[in-house]
């Protein structure tokens, strides 16, 4: 038998084989758990009529979701799920396409840097340039409308905050789906709502929230992570959304008040029996389906679509 030749290889397959070594034997605990929460995509249907690709949006990987037939004077700025800790862009692709029909626009799905490698500021910092990049290409913002799910949800919000206190240009829309409002963790739907939510837990939010600020000196009670401290003041239109069954309802009822409270053009879907980052279940879940419809037809109101 011949001598193996060695072969030069180029940068991305090198990259594809230590991806492949590393799906056999996860390196650690949390290896592991992101592996898993990859495979949250099933849960979604392939919508029909959508296209993706991967764009970079300013240094950040995105994927850009777009139905046949969407308008393209507008996007969706997408932040997907996981506490800053789990999941991808690539688990939220499907949901987001589904998201897009319903809006009658493209969805830009960013995949931020994740904690505990990435400390917060760098998922809102990633989004921020995200936001620049959209801006570079054209697109008006009053046109974007900032949108995700669980720390996406806060995200879509934080940006907002963050282009406010800046004397930026904000968001036309903000869409926040079961946000992470409060980083105390204390609402009383932690306890009323733990045997009912099947994906999220006080333990996992305390994991997720150390691995995010932890070591960083940031406060639970900190203004930039924790909406419901917040000022809330100049925001643009902005719809909540939950779960009845999520620990996290309370937090998030509370968040929408307190966008009334402060004189912000609000709307609620509330979602009965609904789990934590209920998107998950787009294309299959027929009162997904329904809330998804009822948040499209929101966006196209607002932003005129």
């Given at each position: 038998?011949?001598?193996?030749?060695?072969?030069?290889?180029?940068?991305?397959?090198?990259?594809?084989?230590?991806?492949?070594?590393?799906?056999?034997?996860?390196?650690?605990?949390?290896?592991?758990?992101?592996?898993?929460?990859?495979?949250?995509?099933?849960?979604?249907?392939?919508?029909?009529?959508?296209?993706?690709?991967?764009?970079?949006?300013?240094?950040?990987?995105?994927?850009?979701?777009?139905?046949?037939?969407?308008?393209?004077?507008?996007?969706?700025?997408?932040?997907?799920?996981?506490?800053?800790?789990?999941?991808?862009?690539?688990?939220?692709?499907?949901?987001?396409?589904?998201?897009?029909?319903?809006?009658?626009?493209?969805?830009?799905?960013?995949?931020?840097?994740?904690?505990?490698?990435?400390?917060?500021?760098?998922?809102?910092?990633?989004?921020?340039?995200?936001?620049?990049?959209?801006?570079?290409?054209?697109?008006?913002p009053g046109n974007i409308i900032t949108i995700g799910h669980s720390i996406?949800?806060?995200?879509?919000?934080?940006?907002?905050?963050?282009?406010?206190?800046?004397?930026?240009?904000?968001?036309?829309?903000?869409?926040?789906?079961?946000?992470?409002?409060?980083?105390?963790?204390?609402?009383?739907?932690?306890?009323?709502?733990?045997?009912?939510?099947?994906?999220?837990?006080?333990?996992?939010?305390?994991?997720?929230?150390?691995?995010?600020?932890?070591?960083?000196?940031?406060?639970?009670?900190?203004?930039?992570?924790?909406?419901?401290?917040?000022?809330?003041?100049?925001?643009?239109?902005?719809?909540?959304?939950?779960?009845?069954?999520?620990?996290?309802?309370?937090?998030?009822?509370?968040?929408?008040?307190?966008?009334?409270?402060?004189?912000?053009?609000?709307?609620?879907?509330?979602?009965?029996?609904?789990?934590?980052?209920?998107?998950?279940?787009?294309?299959?879940?027929?009162?997904?389906?329904?809330?998804?419809?009822?948040?499209?037809?929101?966006?196209?109101?607002?932003?005129?679509?």
């Amino acid at each position: 038998m011949s001598e193996q030749t060695a072969v030069e290889l180029s940068p991305e397959a090198l990259e594809f084989a230590n991806f492949m070594a590393g799906l056999a034997i996860p390196e650690s605990e949390l290896d592991a758990m992101r592996i898993v929460s990859e495979s949250v995509h099933l849960t979604a249907r392939e919508p029909e009529g959508v296209t993706y690709r991967e764009v970079d949006a300013g240094g950040v990987l995105g994927i850009w979701c777009e139905p046949v037939g969407a308008n393209t004077d507008y996007v969706l700025l997408h932040g997907h799920a996981g506490g800053s800790v789990l999941s991808s862009a690539f688990v939220d692709r499907k949901l987001a396409g589904h998201i897009a029909k319903a809006a009658g626009a493209p969805v830009l799905v960013l995949d931020f840097r994740r904690a505990p490698e990435h400390k917060y500021p760098a998922q809102v910092d990633d989004t921020e340039a995200a936001f620049n990049w959209l801006l570079s290409k054209g697109y008006e913002p009053g046109n974007i409308i900032t949108i995700g799910h669980s720390i996406g949800g806060f995200i879509a919000v934080a940006l907002a905050l963050r282009l406010r206190d800046k004397k930026l240009p904000l968001p036309g829309a903000i869409v926040s789906i079961s946000p992470w409002c409060d980083l105390e963790i204390a609402n009383e739907t932690m306890v009323t709502k733990a045997e009912t939510d099947k994906i999220l837990s006080r333990e996992l939010l305390q994991f997720f929230r150390d691995a995010w600020i932890g070591g960083t000196g940031i406060e639970v009670t900190d203004t930039r992570i924790n909406l419901n401290r917040a000022d809330l003041n100049g925001l643009p239109p902005t719809l909540v959304s939950w779960g009845t069954y999520e620990v996290l309802a309370g937090e998030d009822e509370e968040f929408a008040a307190r966008l009334k409270d402060a004189g912000i053009d609000t709307a609620t879907v509330v979602v009965p029996g609904g789990q934590h980052s209920y998107v998950y279940g787009a294309g299959r879940v027929p009162e997904v389906d329904a809330a998804l419809a009822r948040i499209g037809a929101w966006v196209r109101e607002k932003a005129k679509i």
